[in-house]
Protein backbone atom coordinates (compact mmCIF):
# COMPACT_ATOMS: atom_id res chain seq x y z
CA UNK A 1 0.00 0.00 0.00
CA UNK A 2 1.02 3.48 -1.02
CA UNK A 3 -0.81 5.78 0.28
CA UNK A 4 -0.53 9.47 -1.54
CA UNK A 5 -0.58 11.45 1.99
CA UNK A 6 1.27 9.20 4.56
CA UNK A 7 0.34 11.68 7.44
CA UNK A 8 -4.03 11.28 6.77
CA UNK A 9 -3.62 7.67 6.90
CA UNK A 10 -4.10 7.32 10.43
CA UNK A 11 -7.65 8.51 9.66
CA UNK A 12 -8.59 5.41 8.06
CA UNK A 13 -5.91 3.06 9.27
CA UNK A 14 -4.50 1.87 12.61
CA UNK A 15 -0.82 0.86 12.50
CA UNK A 16 -0.11 -0.25 16.25
CA UNK A 17 2.90 -1.79 17.05
CA UNK A 18 2.66 -5.26 17.62
CA UNK A 19 5.79 -4.98 19.65
CA UNK A 20 4.98 -2.12 22.12
CA UNK A 21 1.53 -1.32 21.06
CA UNK A 22 2.32 2.04 19.82
CA UNK A 23 1.22 4.16 17.15
CA UNK A 24 3.19 3.47 14.02
CA UNK A 25 3.78 6.06 11.18
CA UNK A 26 4.97 5.75 7.68
CA UNK A 27 7.95 6.87 7.36
CA UNK A 28 10.72 7.78 4.58
CA UNK A 29 13.24 5.40 4.38
CA UNK A 30 11.63 2.52 5.96
CA UNK A 31 8.51 0.62 5.80
CA UNK A 32 6.15 -1.49 7.84
CA UNK A 33 4.94 -4.55 7.67
CA UNK A 34 2.04 -6.88 9.21
CA UNK A 35 2.73 -9.05 12.11
CA UNK A 36 1.33 -12.39 10.19
CA UNK A 37 3.73 -11.38 7.66
CA UNK A 38 6.83 -10.76 9.43
CA UNK A 39 6.05 -14.10 11.44
CA UNK A 40 6.21 -16.08 8.38
CA UNK A 41 9.24 -14.83 6.60
CA UNK A 42 10.86 -14.48 10.59
CA UNK A 43 11.49 -10.75 10.78
CA UNK A 44 11.93 -7.61 12.78
CA UNK A 45 11.81 -4.46 13.03
CA UNK A 46 15.59 -3.12 11.87
CA UNK A 47 15.76 -6.06 9.36
CA UNK A 48 16.08 -6.08 5.59
CA UNK A 49 12.88 -7.51 3.58
CA UNK A 50 13.10 -8.18 -0.30
CA UNK A 51 10.28 -7.38 -2.39
CA UNK A 52 9.83 -8.68 -5.64
CA UNK A 53 7.24 -6.20 -7.68
CA UNK A 54 5.44 -7.05 -10.76
CA UNK A 55 7.92 -6.04 -14.02
CA UNK A 56 10.72 -4.76 -11.96
CA UNK A 57 13.70 -6.70 -10.18
CA UNK A 58 13.82 -7.15 -6.67
CA UNK A 59 14.68 -4.24 -4.24
CA UNK A 60 15.37 -4.09 -0.33
CA UNK A 61 13.02 -2.36 2.24
CA UNK A 62 14.72 -1.51 5.84
CA UNK A 63 11.49 -2.76 8.45
CA UNK A 64 10.87 0.71 10.44
CA UNK A 65 8.04 -0.93 12.37
CA UNK A 66 5.86 -4.39 12.29
CA UNK A 67 2.01 -3.09 12.68
CA UNK A 68 -0.67 -5.78 14.10
CA UNK A 69 -3.28 -7.06 11.10
CA UNK A 70 -5.40 -9.95 12.02
CA UNK A 71 -5.84 -10.84 7.98
CA UNK A 72 -4.08 -10.87 4.70
CA UNK A 73 -0.89 -9.35 4.27
CA UNK A 74 0.46 -5.52 4.27
CA UNK A 75 3.51 -3.66 3.34
CA UNK A 76 3.40 0.04 3.85
CA UNK A 77 5.93 2.73 1.82
CA UNK A 78 5.93 6.48 1.30
CA UNK A 79 5.22 7.32 -2.32
CA UNK A 80 8.64 9.28 -2.08
CA UNK A 81 10.24 6.09 -1.51
CA UNK A 82 8.38 3.99 -4.60
CA UNK A 83 9.09 6.65 -6.92
CA UNK A 84 13.56 6.99 -5.86
CA UNK A 85 13.49 2.75 -5.61
CA UNK A 86 11.96 1.90 -8.76
CA UNK A 87 11.88 5.25 -10.33
CA UNK A 88 8.22 5.87 -11.59
CA UNK A 89 5.62 7.75 -9.45
CA UNK A 90 2.98 5.17 -8.14
CA UNK A 91 -0.78 4.19 -9.10
CA UNK A 92 -3.32 5.19 -6.87
CA UNK A 93 -5.77 2.61 -7.63
CA UNK A 94 -7.99 2.39 -4.20
CA UNK A 95 -9.54 4.84 -2.48
CA UNK A 96 -10.53 4.94 1.15
CA UNK A 97 -13.95 6.47 2.02
CA UNK A 98 -15.05 7.63 6.09
CA UNK A 99 -18.91 8.03 5.58
CA UNK A 100 -21.08 9.67 7.82
CA UNK A 101 -23.28 8.02 10.98
CA UNK A 102 -26.68 7.11 9.08
CA UNK A 103 -25.26 7.51 5.38
CA UNK A 104 -27.91 5.61 3.00
CA UNK A 105 -25.18 3.05 1.63
CA UNK A 106 -26.96 1.81 -1.41
CA UNK A 107 -27.44 5.04 -2.29
CA UNK A 108 -24.30 6.38 -2.20
CA UNK A 109 -22.88 2.89 -3.65
CA UNK A 110 -24.95 3.30 -6.71
CA UNK A 111 -23.95 6.91 -6.83
CA UNK A 112 -20.11 6.05 -6.95
CA UNK A 113 -20.60 2.94 -9.50
CA UNK A 114 -22.67 5.60 -11.72
CA UNK A 115 -19.24 7.49 -11.89
CA UNK A 116 -17.00 5.52 -14.98
CA UNK A 117 -14.16 6.53 -12.67
CA UNK A 118 -15.13 3.65 -10.40
CA UNK A 119 -15.09 0.33 -10.56
CA UNK A 120 -16.18 -1.35 -7.78
CA UNK A 121 -16.69 -0.38 -3.83
CA UNK A 122 -16.61 -2.55 -0.96
CA UNK A 123 -17.84 -1.59 2.34
CA UNK A 124 -15.44 -2.15 5.95
CA UNK A 125 -18.68 -3.79 7.38
CA UNK A 126 -19.31 -6.36 4.80
CA UNK A 127 -15.74 -7.18 4.28
CA UNK A 128 -15.32 -7.93 8.13
CA UNK A 129 -18.78 -9.68 8.31
CA UNK A 130 -17.92 -12.09 5.39
CA UNK A 131 -14.41 -12.72 7.38
CA UNK A 132 -16.31 -13.43 10.51
CA UNK A 133 -18.69 -15.55 9.00
CA UNK A 134 -15.78 -18.16 7.52
CA UNK A 135 -14.32 -18.38 10.57
CA UNK A 136 -17.67 -19.15 12.50
CA UNK A 137 -16.91 -22.72 12.48
CA UNK A 138 -14.43 -22.57 15.24
CA UNK A 139 -17.03 -21.14 17.90
CA UNK A 140 -18.80 -24.35 17.38
CA UNK A 141 -15.10 -26.43 17.98
CA UNK A 142 -14.34 -24.41 20.68
CA UNK A 143 -18.13 -25.50 22.53
CA UNK A 144 -17.09 -29.19 21.31
CA UNK A 145 -13.79 -28.66 22.96
CA UNK A 146 -16.10 -27.13 26.07
CA UNK A 147 -18.17 -29.57 26.11
CA UNK A 148 -15.94 -32.79 26.19
CA UNK A 149 -13.61 -31.29 28.45
CA UNK A 150 -16.36 -30.63 31.18
CA UNK A 151 -17.65 -34.10 30.68
CA UNK A 152 -13.76 -35.21 30.89
CA UNK A 153 -13.08 -33.67 33.76
CA UNK A 154 -16.53 -34.92 35.44
CA UNK A 155 -15.45 -38.11 34.85
CA UNK A 156 -12.06 -38.21 35.87
CA UNK A 157 -13.39 -36.87 39.22
CA UNK A 158 -15.97 -39.13 39.81
CA UNK A 159 -13.84 -42.42 39.11
CA UNK A 160 -11.16 -40.78 41.48
CA UNK A 161 -13.88 -40.25 44.31
CA UNK A 162 -15.67 -43.45 43.84
CA UNK A 163 -12.17 -45.83 43.61
CA UNK A 164 -11.16 -43.97 46.92
CA UNK A 165 -14.38 -44.90 48.68
CA UNK A 166 -14.48 -48.34 47.56
CA UNK A 167 -10.85 -49.08 48.43
CA UNK A 168 -11.91 -47.65 52.19
CA UNK A 169 -14.83 -48.74 52.73
CA UNK A 170 -14.46 -50.53 55.67
CA UNK A 171 -12.65 -47.24 56.83
CA UNK A 172 -15.69 -45.29 56.21
CA UNK A 173 -17.89 -47.79 58.15
CA UNK A 174 -16.02 -47.65 60.97
CA UNK A 175 -16.13 -43.74 61.30
CA UNK A 176 -20.05 -44.57 60.74
CA UNK A 177 -20.15 -46.93 63.72
CA UNK A 178 -18.30 -44.25 66.08
CA UNK A 179 -20.82 -41.93 65.77
CA UNK A 180 -20.42 -39.45 62.79
CA UNK A 181 -22.90 -38.46 60.95
CA UNK A 182 -23.67 -38.40 57.34
CA UNK A 183 -22.93 -34.99 56.82
CA UNK A 184 -19.36 -35.26 59.06
CA UNK A 185 -18.49 -38.30 56.63
CA UNK A 186 -18.91 -36.84 53.56
CA UNK A 187 -16.78 -34.24 54.49
CA UNK A 188 -14.42 -36.59 55.30
CA UNK A 189 -14.33 -37.70 51.98
CA UNK A 190 -14.78 -34.24 50.43
CA UNK A 191 -11.37 -33.11 52.09
CA UNK A 192 -9.52 -34.82 50.14
CA UNK A 193 -11.41 -34.90 46.67
CA UNK A 194 -11.31 -30.94 47.28
CA UNK A 195 -7.52 -31.03 47.29
CA UNK A 196 -7.28 -32.89 44.37
CA UNK A 197 -9.40 -30.60 42.43
CA UNK A 198 -7.39 -27.38 43.54
CA UNK A 199 -3.91 -28.94 42.58
CA UNK A 200 -5.43 -29.77 38.85
CA UNK A 201 -6.82 -26.30 38.63
CA UNK A 202 -3.74 -24.92 39.51
CA UNK A 203 -1.83 -27.14 36.66
CA UNK A 204 -4.87 -26.50 34.42
CA UNK A 205 -3.93 -22.84 34.65
CA UNK A 206 -0.73 -22.83 33.67
CA UNK A 207 -0.90 -26.07 31.07
CA UNK A 208 -4.01 -24.75 29.66
CA UNK A 209 -2.09 -21.58 28.70
CA UNK A 210 0.19 -23.59 26.89
CA UNK A 211 -2.17 -25.95 25.38
CA UNK A 212 -4.40 -22.49 23.86
CA UNK A 213 -1.49 -21.36 22.32
CA UNK A 214 -1.00 -24.63 20.80
CA UNK A 215 -4.30 -24.75 19.55
CA UNK A 216 -4.24 -21.08 18.41
CA UNK A 217 -1.30 -21.23 16.14
CA UNK A 218 -2.13 -24.88 14.27
CA UNK A 219 -5.55 -23.98 13.63
CA UNK A 220 -4.47 -20.83 11.71
CA UNK A 221 -3.55 -19.98 8.39
CA UNK A 222 -1.38 -18.14 6.25
CA UNK A 223 -3.88 -15.26 6.02
CA UNK A 224 -4.85 -15.12 9.33
CA UNK A 225 -3.73 -13.93 12.39
CA UNK A 226 -5.40 -14.92 15.33
CA UNK A 227 -5.02 -13.52 18.85
CA UNK A 228 -3.13 -15.12 21.60
CA UNK A 229 -4.17 -13.40 24.62
CA UNK A 230 -5.97 -15.11 26.97
CA UNK A 231 -8.74 -12.94 28.92
CA UNK A 232 -8.72 -13.03 33.31
CA UNK A 233 -12.07 -13.89 33.26
CA UNK A 234 -11.20 -17.13 31.05
CA UNK A 235 -8.78 -18.52 33.81
CA UNK A 236 -11.69 -17.28 36.91
CA UNK A 237 -14.25 -19.16 34.26
CA UNK A 238 -12.12 -22.55 33.84
CA UNK A 239 -11.61 -22.70 37.62
CA UNK A 240 -15.66 -22.08 38.77
CA UNK A 241 -16.65 -24.66 35.71
CA UNK A 242 -14.13 -27.13 37.48
CA UNK A 243 -15.71 -26.42 41.15
CA UNK A 244 -18.80 -26.67 39.83
CA UNK A 245 -18.03 -30.65 38.34
CA UNK A 246 -16.41 -31.16 41.56
CA UNK A 247 -19.41 -30.16 43.63
CA UNK A 248 -21.80 -32.45 41.69
CA UNK A 249 -19.60 -35.35 41.97
CA UNK A 250 -19.51 -34.55 46.10
CA UNK A 251 -23.12 -34.63 45.85
CA UNK A 252 -23.61 -37.72 43.83
CA UNK A 253 -21.53 -39.21 46.55
CA UNK A 254 -23.08 -38.34 49.46
CA UNK A 255 -25.57 -40.09 48.48
CA UNK A 256 -24.01 -43.06 47.93
CA UNK A 257 -21.82 -42.61 51.11
CA UNK A 258 -25.37 -43.12 52.93
CA UNK A 259 -25.79 -46.53 51.51
CA UNK A 260 -23.01 -48.13 53.16
CA UNK A 261 -23.73 -50.72 54.74
CA UNK A 262 -21.58 -50.59 58.34
CA UNK A 263 -22.40 -54.68 59.14
CA UNK A 264 -22.09 -55.50 55.67
CA UNK A 265 -18.99 -53.84 54.61
CA UNK A 266 -17.34 -54.56 58.37
CA UNK A 267 -17.63 -57.95 57.44
CA UNK A 268 -15.80 -58.45 54.34
CA UNK A 269 -12.75 -60.23 54.14
CA UNK A 270 -10.33 -57.46 52.53
Known sequence: IVPKTPEN??????????ENGSNLEVKRGSVIITQKLAKLLDLKTGDTITIKLSGHEEKEFKIGGVSKNYALHYIYITPDDFESVYGEKPVYNLSFIDLKKDTDENSFKEQLISNDEFYG??????????????????DAIVILLIVCAGGLAFVVLYNLANINITE???????????????????????????????VGIIVGLVAGKILHYFVVITSEVDLVLFNRQLVWWAYVLGALLTLAFAFIVNLVLHFKLKKIDMVESLKSVE
Open 9 to 18: MGDYIDLVSA
Open 121 to 138: ISFKNDSSRGFLNSVDSL
Open 168 to 198: RVREIATIKVLGFYDGETSAYIYRENLISTL
